[in-house]
């Protein structure tokens, strides 16, 4: 039970998904966007008031590994070996999907996404609603932004959309779950564990558990060249222009813009290159320090991209992070926010919506 929501409102969203209805509701990585699975009237509605795509599939919720084998077909041993190692946790599975999963809500793919989320209302919602039932539940935002990390967040951007929120507080991961595929590697020789998206579980703790090495499909561009916004500025996230720089150029871009009049927030972790900021004049210039620890700086980020982007500045400047797997999820969802190429983010919200 959490302090933010009572049973008697679980109870009512369970209530509300059961005849049809679309709850939002917290999870420790991002808030979902809830319909129950078999209700396919609430499962277009979310992708409407998302504004997402037909053919973009939903993850599935469940309240724990026990159903996994009714949801999901053919589960490798090492998916058993995720699920009972991170479930309840920011990991999410990518199976051959059962004939109980609607085609509707994988987006006609024969592979379903689950998950069982570890945050106490998400729990609550799922055993609320049965022991057979699952809810299908994208991140609560519009198609392309950011998710959100609190019920306000839902608030401002689905508002009267959806039926319900459940406030949970803030989330505790802040960015979306880790996704893993199975890679079948033929004549008997069992399946390997590919990352589908970087998330709240890093490859070395996968790695450990599956005491193996797991294959990343995760585009890690060379970072970090300096890029600035191309003519074809097709943003994903925030609206505000974002660039990523190496801590060694951010000042001299952050003179170059500040010389043509802009506005500008600069988001770089405290450090070697701090110096530098003092030494030059802070004239319409923010100054926003993000933390040195990676799980603490994914828990803040979408949170601050937000803040920035309401706060009407020209331009966000980032500090590109270090390639490093500690990183990982951090970097992938920054390089997503910073629109320098309107094909790459095309590419991007196939995985990332
Ligand atoms: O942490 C999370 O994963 C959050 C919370 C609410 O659970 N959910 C989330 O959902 O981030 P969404 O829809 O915003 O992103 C999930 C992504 C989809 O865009 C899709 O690319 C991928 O997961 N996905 C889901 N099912 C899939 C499948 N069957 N095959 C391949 N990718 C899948
Ligand atoms: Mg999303």
Redesign the pocket.
């Known amino acids: 039970m959490s302090a933010w929501t009572t049973h008697n409102e679980i109870a009512a969203a369970a209530t509300l998904l059961k005849a049809g209805g679309v709850v939002a509701f917290p ?1 420790e ?4 966007l809830g319909a129950e699975v078999s209700r396919s009237s609430a499962v277009r509605r979310i992708f409407e008031i998302k504004r997402r795509p037909v053919g ?4 599935v ?1 469940i309240a724990d590994s026990s159903r996994l084998q009714y949801w999901a077909e053919d589960v490798p041993q090492q998916a058993w070996q995720l699920a009972e190692h991170f479930w309840p946790g ?1 990991l ?1 599975l ?1 199976l051959p ?1 059962s004939r109980y999963v609607p085609k509707d809500v ?2 006609g ?1 024969d ?3 689950l ?1 069982v ?1 570890a945050h106490p209302v998400a729990l609550d919602l799922l055993n609320a609603l049965g022991p057979e039932e699952a809810i299908a ?4 935002n519009r198609f392309g932004r950011i ?1 959100p990390t609190t019920a306000a967040h839902v608030r401002e951007e689905l508002g009267e959309a959806v039926d319900m929120i459940l406030d949970g507080g803030p989330c505790e991961v802040g960015l ?2 880790t ?1 893993v ?1 199975f890679e079948d590697q033929g004549s008997g020789k069992g399946s390997r564990a590919m990352i ?2 970087p ?2 579980i890093t490859v070395a703790a996968l790695e450990e558990a599956l005491a193996g090495r797991v294959i990343s499909k995760v585009s890690s561009q060379p970072m970090p060249m300096p890029r600035v916004p191309g003519a074809l500025a097709s943003h994903y996230a925030p609206a505000t222009p974002l660039e990523l720089w190496p801590g060694e150029y951010i000042y001299s871009r952050v003179r170059d813009l500040r010389a043509r009049g802009l506005n500008i927030a600069l988001v770089t972790r405290p450090g070697q290159f701090h110096e530098q900021l003092e030494n030059s004049t802070k004239e319409n210039i923010v100054y926003v320090p993000m933390p040195v620890e990676p799980e603490r700086y994914g828990q803040l980020l979408y949170g601050t991209l937000r803040r920035l982007d309401n706060a009407g500045f020209d331009r966000l400047l980032i500090e590109a992070l270090p390639d490093d797997p500690q990183w990982m999820a951090v970097a992938d969802r920054l390089r997503r926010a910073s629109c320098f190429n309107a094909a790459k983010n095309a590419e991007n919200e ?4």
Do not use: C
């Not at 539940?137 to 609560?140: K, Q």
């Open positions: 999870t990585t991002v808030y979902g973009h599939p939903l993850i919720h920011p999410t990518i999907r994988t987006g793919q592979t379903v996404g998950r989320p539940a994208p991140s609560a998710s979306e779950s996704i595929g589908l998206r998330g709240g196939v995985v990332h919506g």
